[in-house]
């Protein structure tokens, strides 16, 4: 059997909302379809059924699971292959687990490809309880030399393969509106990601820029929270919260923006950067977690300390008065960013499914676990 004949059932997240993994889900889906791979997308999140469920927490986890596990187990019965988009916490649990010991129980081989930023704090917590089903994997996938190195350390195998970036949609403009200095930050609104660090940052860029604008794109628990900061900081009539924005928007929104900035306490390879990289916009980004082995400071971005408002600040206004700054870590950038494309990570990918499904063969349908 050849990779082309092969039946992939893609197990993640789908946009809405628009994530990094949903779409990076959907992503993989077309792309794999487009090479002539048959491909069944089953969705963890797929909308609560009846929709007033998903009001009751104590019920809502449970009416997702079960048809979710019905579905498995029937893709299982088409499926040459489980490729399992997983994440940390309790989506590990409750959606990655299950995957992997269906794929197990009935024999198809399983790639679980690791993407959360959490991972190393998770372990911590729960390896305990992750570990027998990371062994029941055929190989396990990661997106970084970062989460290589968390997995490393516990001497589990992994193979890296990139996150996917559509290039012929985030390309880079050098048509952006220069009245104006338009920043731009896409990560969802919790305690992980630091927005309140940036709103502080932007109230010292504006001291120096009052003409700046900020869009904030994303949703989550911390609005509120947030809004009410840029009122006592004296900078709502300059921010803009958008919440939740699809994919297709943002191309627009980078676009626009002179800097993108990534406050983020935790991370692992944001798929924001790469897309800001693609479209030509200089990034702004903490050095936590993978970002450092995804950007290299005063090359392809200007990386500070987390929760550094003042060092974030200045990174920003370097780049608003440095336009020779600007164009250098732009033409980086977008040599950076090529080894992103899908051509670059098709061949990866597409000989780790080969692999699998020869040895799965050879094996009479065993998993050769790590």
């Not at 900020?214 to 958008?242: H, K, W, Y």
């Not at 005063?298 to 200045?314: F, Q």
């Not at 090529?338 to 699998?356: F, G, I």
Request: some cysteine; hydrophobic content about 45%; overall charge positive.
């Amino acid at each position: 059997m050849t990779v082309s004949d092969l039946s992939i059932g893609l197990i993640g997240p789908l946009p809405p909302p628009s994530g990094g993994m949903a779409n990076q889900t959907r992503q993989l889906a077309r792309l794999l379809t487009s090479d002539g791979l048959d491909v069944e997308v089953v969705q963890v999140n797929a909308p609560y059924r009846p929709r007033w469920i998903g009001r009751l927490r104590g019920l809502r986890a449970l009416f997702r699971l079960i048809p979710y596990l019905g579905q498995l187990w029937r893709l299982a019965g088409r499926a040459d292959l489980f490729h399992i988009m997983a994440n940390s916490g309790w989506s590990w649990h409750l959606f990655t687990a299950p995957a992997v010991w269906i794929g197990t129980l009935r024999g198809v081989p399983v790639i679980v490809n690791y993407r959360g930023g959490e991972a190393e704090a998770f372990f911590r917590k729960s390896f305990g309880w992750v570990r027998p089903t990371l062994k029941r994997a055929a190989v396990i996938i990661v997106p970084s030399a970062y989460l290589a190195e968390v997995f490393c350390r516990r001497q589990i195998d992994v193979q890296i393969v990139p996150n996917i970036i559509d290039i012929h949609k985030f390309s880079a403009s050098r048509n952006k509106p220069k009245s104006k200095q338009q920043i731009l930050i896409t990560r969802n609104l919790e305690p992980i990601y630091d927005i309140g660090t940036a709103l502080h940052a932007f109230r010292r860029v504006l001291e120096r820029f009052p003409d700046a604008r900020l869009t904030v794109c994303g949703s989550g628990p911390e609005l509120d929270r947030l809004q009410a900061m840029c009122n006592e900081l004296g900078i709502g009539s300059a921010v803009v919260f958008t919440g939740t924005v699809d994919n297709e928007r943002m191309v627009d929104l980078y676009q626009a923006s002179s800097v993108m900035t990534n406050p983020s306490l935790v991370d692992n390879m944001p798929n924001s950067v790469l897309e800001a990289l693609a479209s030509g916009v200089p990034v702004v980004s903490t050095n936590v977690g993978g970002i450092p082995y995804l950007l290299k400071q005063g090359k392809t971005a200007l990386l500070v300390s987390p929760g550094d408002e003042a060092g974030m600040a200045e990174a920003i206004v370097s780049i608003l008065e440095d336009h020779d700054l600007a164009e250098k870590l732009i033409s980086a950038g977008l040599e950076e960013v090529q080894q992103y494309t899908w051509p670059s990570v098709r061949k990866r990918l597409l000989e780790t499914y080969r692999a699998v499904s020869a040895n799965a063969a050879t094996n009479g349908g065993e998993q050769d676990v790590n």
